[in-house]
């Protein structure tokens, strides 16, 4: 009898386990018939610098130009598709599928690959039938928005009103629940905090970074680190954020 109860509660136990991993399943598909014959490889990086980047599936594109990718992550993360001189760029939010199109394929050349600084071009994944909330479209609308209120801030004197003003448009305009999407945002406006620049870069650290864990998968998280630390100088006063004065110190070596 013991025996039985043990081997039923296996069976639930793997049976909750597929079941809970389907639910974060993430199917990507696509046709692009310049990458017959190429692999593609779908990664994410949990730091800014790609030093721990994990690959999430790879694929040969077949003879019809048909691929599938499967991704399997219980939140969204920013992933990157190596399509040779592009980078893709696709935001994966768990559980949902994409439609994506790649661009004509196009082969890096041999002066680019003996140049120690090319870097792949990013590219913006184009994506078919993508729903209206789906965090790609939310993300390319709020950069839209967001360059405007840059542009507006920059005009003439640069002041505390103006981006105030702009950060509440900016909520007016997409407010949200989504944590990931949340983050985003935040780190954003931290590089429009940091354009005041009698208050910079203390202002946008104190208020935007110090107070809040380092977040490894937020691409915008990073984005904002190297522009307002890069030259920062004065890592003890983010002792009191000790995962935050760890990441400053090594900053400052590289």
């Known amino acids: 009898v013991w025996l039985q109860m043990i081997e039923n509660n296996k069976i639930l136990f793997i049976t909750y386990l597929f079941a809970s991993l389907s639910l974060f399943a993430s199917q990507i598909t696509g046709v692009a018939p310049s990458y017959v014959g190429k692999k593609l490889i779908l990664s994410t990086s949990h730091d800014g610098w790609g030093a721990t980047k994990e690959v999430l599936d790879t694929c040969t594109v077949a003879e019809d130009g048909s691929f599938t990718l499967h991704v399997n992550y219980p939140h969204t993360i920013q992933a990157q598709l190596n399509l040779g001189y592009y980078t893709g760029i696709i935001y994966i939010e768990s559980g949902k599928d994409y439609s994506i199109n790649l661009p004509l394929r196009k082969e890096v050349s041999k002066k680019e690959k003996l140049n120690p600084y090319f870097k792949p071009k990013t590219y913006l994944l184009s994506f078919n039938n993508l729903p209206e909330d789906d965090i790609n479209r939310k993300i390319a609308d709020f950069e839209d928005s967001f360059d405007s209120v840059w542009v507006d801030i920059n005009k003439n004197l640069v002041t505390t009103e103006k981006i105030d003003s702009a950060m509440n448009l900016l909520d007016e ?82």
């Open 173 to 254: 305009r997409f407010p949200t629940t989504d944590k990931f999407f949340s983050e985003y945002k935040h780190y954003r406006y931290a590089l429009l905090v940091n354009l005041y620049s009698p208050g910079a870069p203390k202002l946008a650290i104190k208020n935007f970074f110090l107070p809040y864990k380092v977040t490894y998968d937020q691409p915008a998280y990073w984005e904002a680190f190297e522009a307002i630390f890069t030259g920062f100088k004065m890592s003890d006063h983010l002792k009191e954020n000790p995962e935050l004065y760890d990441l400053s110190i090594l900053h400052q070596v590289l």
